[in-house]
């Protein structure tokens, strides 16, 4: 885990009974400002229920909170149940994790105004990076690798073919 930068990496003691689809971890350095983003997550499941959602935006900014180069700000609406999840781009490439919000309540109270759909997205070079430091068998038995995403098919059928792989993750 690194706390610094919002990330953990999980090992399932059991691999699911699910058909994997490989996803490709594209490189964050060629996302533009403008470009059209989507998310699948699980936000507010204990209201909205635990069947998966599609959300979509843009990239606001390439960079987050005080300019971080390694955020971006994106317009996806988010809420709990989405952070830890993936941050796609039209190929269906994931170009970053979704990680958080600007809180609402605490810049009310210091700048006297309620954000709107502040959110953000640690990118995805940042985790190629600590994929290289994590230890072999951590990564190999997931199927997680990295692939090109050739596929021109529509966002839908993306969604379908890769729903059973974003799961939720409820933490006690």
């Not at 605490?106 to 994590?134: C, D, E, H, W, Y």
């Not at 199927?143 to 059928?157: A, F, G, R």
């Amino acid at each position: 885990k690194d706390s610094q930068n919002d990330i953990a990496f999980l090992k399932p003691q059991r691999i699911p009974n699910i058909r994997t689809m490989n996803l490709s971890l594209a490189d964050s350095s060629s996302v533009r400002l403008g470009d059209k983003v989507f998310t699948l997550g699980y936000p507010i499941a204990t209201v909205l229920g635990d069947n998966l959602k599609y959300s979509e935006g843009v990239i606001n900014s390439l960079s987050g909170v005080g300019d971080d180069p390694k955020t971006f700000q994106i317009s996806i609406p988010t809420q709990h149940g989405n952070s830890g999840g993936p941050l796609f781009n039209e190929q269906g490439e994931v170009i970053g994790i979704v990680s958080s919000s600007l809180d609402e309540a605490r810049t009310q109270q210091v700048m006297g105004i309620t954000p709107q759909n502040v959110n953000f997205a640690v990118k995805s070079s940042l985790v190629k990076n600590m994929l290289a430091m994590l230890p072999k068998n951590l990564i190999s038995p997931t199927d997680l690798s990295l692939v090109q995403n050739k596929s021109k098919s529509s966002i839908s059928n993306f969604v379908q073919q890769v729903e059973n792989n974003i799961v939720l993750i409820e933490v006690e």
